[in-house]
């Protein structure tokens, strides 16, 4: 679905009062209009990053909202559309949905139903989101910026925490004074609950250092400016080495045999040199490139006179060099070590240049990461500490300068400034990379590019033979949602290597190509498996990908006609159960409910057998079932006598689990309840097997796990017993039985003349397959001779 997009507000020079006001109605009037794009609503591009978003909404929620509106009738319901926006284009998912299907695609309650007051935004809202020091890190790049091989000291914050406001402006001070020598960065943990949660996080703010390969180190001293400098600055080990009359020859000859240069600072008792903090900064900054020294001349006056120096200096000595050659000597007139970072690297050559005569030769042996310039002086000078960074991973990096070079571009269709993996597999077997243009982003894009197997696509090299089953990503650069997609499926390649292909054709390029598939929204996945073509409806994950193809490998919805319904469903044997979904395939909604019930199908499997029905193609069959509206779910229960009885879901929410629940709850229970008298004779002094659910009522946990555990009675049946302790009715019990948090799940295995213990055996799981298989190796453990005891009923 194409949207246009209108060109960003230009803001006057002056009038900032009636600039503000000008924009409020304007903006008021535009939030009244019919449909409007929540693209045009929050006023970004269709390429805006979720921190343009945060910082857009941010914006309009300081002037339209209601509380700054009080005379304004029609203000809440203008800012519950402008929220809606904000909500649904940061998330990933919904940002999908509704770039192709717009928003019939959206449920009414995902999103935008609720705001927080004026102040929330105006103090708690996107801290740290305008400080160009600190990276605002979210699930999609948080684990590619720790392992990219730099120093992070990140700080997970939460809006609301009162501590997290206070060390606000310290963490500012401090990320300038460290800015380039680590990586600052920042977590909102509101936004980024998950995340937090995986990380260990359970109070803010919470600072953390990441080194690659290492165990994160948690600060925990008072957090005062010094204090986080002075604790950061014992991560940068790399050695500033002490040149004196003894060892600065060797020193500095063995550095320019391994290619390296020294940036050397003379210090006097007067005049300038880094004093030592800065040499570690610089030592860090220049780590894999540049070794960093410095002499003491007040004791060593005759070497550092060797050097021609007199006074407190420093220099760069590129490998190789020499105080004859003129010019081959960097002399620095700054102490400021980003200064000095900047100098070095500009004096540091360029990456290794390859041409269109030793492109092929050299890719064929090797791993590359090639930068691809046009004009503008070639790579970025970050670019130049890549290779310090790859060099473990044994990949060489390149560039190619398409002014130069045009044939070799254009045959790749590379026709803009980019960097590129190849693989070692020749000329055409490359990716491209197309996230941020930073270094941790580049580094890991590499490392996961060499490894996986997605191959970048041209028309010479598109799979429209398919000859083997392919999974082909069609997508725009510009499009976040599709930026995000791109690792996953890098994952995704790596666990189904050999099964089968990954490609990504960019559609801004290859037009052509992308409208014969009619592709008319990005990101669109299409699987091509011989003469059948899938397109992928779920998540952005690799786990959503891998569970996309296995069910087209083995179906977990059975598609249904008006003879098969008629046969399976109304026909149902004893015992069965339907889940029916009632779809049509332009409905948009049908369209998002789709993963979900594939993935509702695999969690029901062996419990409630799965369905869909395609009301565009059977429309008549439909309306003669009393389908109205789409998508309608039904639940066809065991009944022979009344095989056209259904239940149908008015559930807010259509996602997997929720659906799970609510077929599950229609099923006859499985497991038992017990009373403390029951739990005393027949789990406690009985002969059988149990697995106990303590539980509370009012616990929502236990809500949530209750349909779960059924699974697991109905898995067990026939060898464990399934039962529930109310904790909330039978207190004592439950305490006696050692119960501390609810839900708690114990196994009491029957031990022949021993008696079960009271407290069981704690299983920590929530998950009936997982419970299942502890209960199972447990059993197996067991004397073959118990398990022919006799059973006594309840």
Not at 27 to 36: N, P, Y
Not at 147 to 167: A, D, K, M, T
Not at 676 to 685: G, H, M, Q
Request: net charge neutral.
């Amino acid at each position: 679905m194409s949207r246009k997009v209108s060109p960003r507000s230009q803001r006057p020079a002056g009038g900032l009062l009636l600039w503000a006001l000008v924009f409020s109605l304007t903006l008021s009037q535009a939030v009244l209009a019919e449909s409007q794009d929540y693209y045009e609503l929050l006023r970004v591009a269709r390429d805006a990053s979720v921190r343009e978003i945060r910082q857009a909404f941010k914006k309009l929620a300081l002037i339209m909202h209601p509380d700054k509106n009080p005379g304004d009738a029609s203000a809440h319901e203008k800012f519950l559309k402008v929220n809606r926006a904000y909500e649904v284009l940061k998330d990933e998912d919904l940002r999908k949905k509704y770039d192709k299907y717009g928003e019939k695609g959206l449920d009414e309650q995902q999103s935008g139903g609720r705001y927080e007051s004026w102040n929330y935004y105006r103090y708690d809202f996107g801290i740290y989101d305008d400080d160009l020091e600190i990276v605002t890190l979210d699930s999609g790049d948080f684990d590619a910026a720790v392992s990219s091989g730099e120093i992070w000291f990140i700080n997970f914050y939460f809006p609301r925490c009162s501590h997290c406001h206070q060390l606000a402006p310290t963490w500012r001070e401090f990320a300038k004074e460290m800015d380039g020598v680590i990586r600052i960065g920042a977590v909102n943990c509101g936004d980024n609950n998950h995340l937090c949660r995986r990380n260990g996080i359970t109070s803010y703010p919470s600072l953390f250092i990441y080194r690659a390969g290492q165990k994160s180190e948690k600060f925990t001293e008072e957090r005062s400016k010094d204090n986080l400098l002075r604790f950061s600055m014992r991560f940068i080990t790399t050695t500033v080495t002490q040149l004196w009359q003894g060892n600065v020859f060797k020193e500095i000859d063995s550095a320019f045999a391994s290619g390296f240069g020294w940036l050397i600072t003379f210090c006097f008792d007067v005049g300038d040199c880094l004093e030592p903090r800065t040499r570690q900064k610089l030592a860090g900054m220049l780590d894999g490139l540049v070794k960093v020294g410095w002499m003491d001349c007040a004791t060593d006056a005759q070497l550092c006179d060797s050097f021609q120096v007199s006074n407190g200096a420093t220099a760069f000595f590129p490998p190789g060099s020499s105080l004859d050659q003129q010019g081959s000597v960097l002399w620095l007139s700054t102490l400021d070590c980003r200064e000095i970072y900047g100098q070095v690297l500009d004096h540091l050559p360029d990456l290794q240049p390859l041409t269109g005569d030793t492109f092929q030769h050299k890719l064929a042996r090797h791993r590359w990461l090639v930068s691809f310039t046009y004009g503008g002086g070639g790579s970025t000078n970050e670019y130049k500490k890549l290779q310090a960074l790859l060099r473990n991973d044994n990949i060489q990096v390149g560039r190619v300068d398409c002014i130069a070079d045009t044939q070799l571009c254009q045959s790749l269709y590379i026709l803009k400034q980019c960097v590129a993996v190849f693989k070692g597999l020749g000329i055409h077997d490359f990716e491209i990379h197309h996230g941020k243009d930073v270094l941790y982003n580049i580094v890991s894009f590499a490392r996961d590019s060499v490894r996986a197997h997605v191959t970048t696509l041209r028309p010479d090299n598109f799979p429209s033979d398919r000859k083997e089953p392919w999974l082909v990503d069609f997508f725009a650069p510009w499009c976040p949602p599709c930026r995000a997609l791109l690792p996953e499926l890098r994952k995704a390649s790596i666990q189904l290597a050999g099964q089968m292909k990954f490609g990504t054709i960019d559609c801004t390029i290859h037009h052509n190509l992308c409208s014969t598939y009619n592709i008319q929204a990005y990101p669109t996945t299409v699987i091509f498996n011989g003469s059948s073509v899938h397109e992928y409806e779920g998540h952005h994950s690799a786990d959503g990908i891998l569970e996309f193809i296995q069910d087209l490998v083995s179906p977990s919805v059975v598609v249904l006609d008006p003879s098969s319904f008629a046969d399976k469903v109304k026909g149902r044997s004893e015992g069965q159960y339907w889940a029916v979904d009632f779809y049509a395939p332009w409905c948009g909604p049908c369209q998002a409910l789709l993963p979900e019930w594939r993935r509702m199908a695999r969690l029901l499997s062996g419990q409630i057998l799965v369905g869909s029905v395609d009301c565009q193609r059977f429309q008549s069959f439909c309306q003669g079932q009393g389908v109205r509206a789409y998508p309608e779910i039904r639940l066809y229960p065991d009944n022979g006598r009344q095989p056209e009885r259904f239940v149908s879901y008015n559930g807010w929410h259509r996602d997997a689990q929720s659906l799970r629940a609510w077929a599950l709850s229609s099923l006859p229970r499985a497991s038992v309840d017990l009373t403390p008298a029951t739990f005393k004779s027949l789990v406690l002094s009985g002969q059988d097997h149990w697995i106990l659910d303590f539980y509370a009522p009012w616990c929502g946990p236990c809500q949530h796990f209750a349909p779960e555990f059924e699974v697991l009675a109905r898995i067990l049946k026939g060898e464990v017993r399934a039962g529930k302790l109310d904790c909330q009715a039978y207190q004592e019990t439950c305490q006696s039985a050692g119960i501390t948090a609810y839900p708690t799940v114990r196994f009491y295995p029957y031990l022949g003349t021993r008696r079960h213990a009271k407290s069981g055996e704690h299983i920590n799981s929530r998950d009936a397959n997982t419970i299942g298989d502890v209960v199972r190796d447990r059993l197996a453990q067991l004397s073959p001779q118990l398990h022919s005891s006799p059973k006594d009923e309840l």
